[in-house]
């Protein structure tokens, strides 16, 4: 195990190193994938959302590697429950938080909604450079502790 976290960890660390590399995006311009979910009604979001899971297949398998890997441990049952709830919550997250957002601010969702995906595009470029730096790092250290 701790050969994978350094493997993962020097990954994302690779991946850090080439996005701060690559040079900063000159286009402004809206994102393909924001322009579409603009124009988007929710009969399609929901028959897109649909496809994607089916398409994404890959997704759904670290889902089932997940609950799978919790529910042959050793672990007690509420443990196991607890677990699985976790794993479905942090999967549908980016599904859970517009809803919420929509249910608990109605009047001001779409303003809220449009203020984090303009944070999204702005920060887009930090983003992608500072969150695999941190987890590589976290992996890489966890790895070298995991061996010695």
Known sequence: ?????????????WLTQRNWRKAPSENNENRRL???????????AFAFGALVTIVNFKNLALYFSAVSISLVSDLPLPSK???????????CTFIIVPVLIYFLFPK????????IKQSLETHSR???????????????????????
């Open 108 to 115: 001001r969702a779409d303003q809220l909604l449009n203020w």
């Open 34 to 44: 924001f322009t579409i979910m603009d124009k988007i009604t929710p009969s399609k």
């Open 81 to 91: 429950i607890i677990i699985v709830l976790l794993d479905a919550l942090v999967f």
């Open 126 to 148: 930090p983003i992608g450079i500072w969150v695999p730096l941190v987890f590589g790092l976290i992996f890489l250290i966890r790895g070298i502790t995991g061996l010695l």
């Open 1 to 13: 195990m701790p050969i994978l976290l350094i493997i993962l960890g020097l990954l994302l660390l």
